[in-house]
């Protein structure tokens, strides 16, 4: 497992690509023709948590399913970008929406469309099956692939090192 070699405590938004990051990189086609994707329970239960502790999360893709927003907008994510041919587009609109700082921001993505954005942030970050041009700028590889608990293990490590992780709030008490 790739150490993060970024001051977790600055974070305060957590931004996912899907396909290749909260879905795996092969998507089954339903037979009218539309993308099926499987999702990870664990990035969910994180997901939803890093919102229900205030933390900013979004959701930036190419995808345009109906599936994919309302998995989303059920685990409380209030900013879901879709269609996203330019990322940079929606991750500017996403600084001027909340006031963040790119410092305050880390990104997880997979592949080329997600290069950008990733050298905007304060910490770029990326599933173990990335590819090459995204784990070469990545400040932090997880040791897990997209769609397989990646972005749970980005924002446990976050909310660990700001210890939020396991703590009252994080229960609702």
């Known amino acids: 497992m790739s150490r993060i070699n970024y001051d977790l405590t600055r974070i305060k938004a957590f931004v996912f690509d899907v396909d290749g990051v909260l879905s795996a990189d092969m998507v089954p086609l339903h037979p009218n023709g539309e993308p099926m994707r499987m999702v990870n329970i664990k990035d969910g239960y994180a997901l939803q948590l890093a919102v229900r502790l205030g933390y900013i999360v979004a959701i930036i893709t190419g995808g345009r399913t109906d599936a994919v927003r309302k998995r989303f907008e059920a685990l409380g994510i ?29 990104y997880m993505g997979d592949d080329i469309p997600d290069y950008e954005v990733m050298r905007q942030v ?9 590819s090459p041009e995204i784990k ?4 932090y590889i997880s040791y897990k692939n997209g769609g397989c608990g990646c972005g749970r293990d980005v924002i446990e490590q976050v909310l660990k090192a700001q210890n939020k992780w396991m703590a009252d709030e994080a229960f609702g008490w």
Request: include cysteine; charge should be negative; proline fraction near 10%.
């Open 78 to 106: 209030p900013y879901i970008y879709m269609g996203a041919s330019v990322k940079m587009n929606e991750y500017k609109n996403l600084i001027q929406e909340t006031g963040l700082k790119p410092e305050e921001i880390m």
């Open 122 to 130: 304060g910490l770029p970050a990326c599933p173990a099956d990335a």
């Open 136 to 139: 070469a700028i990545s400040t």
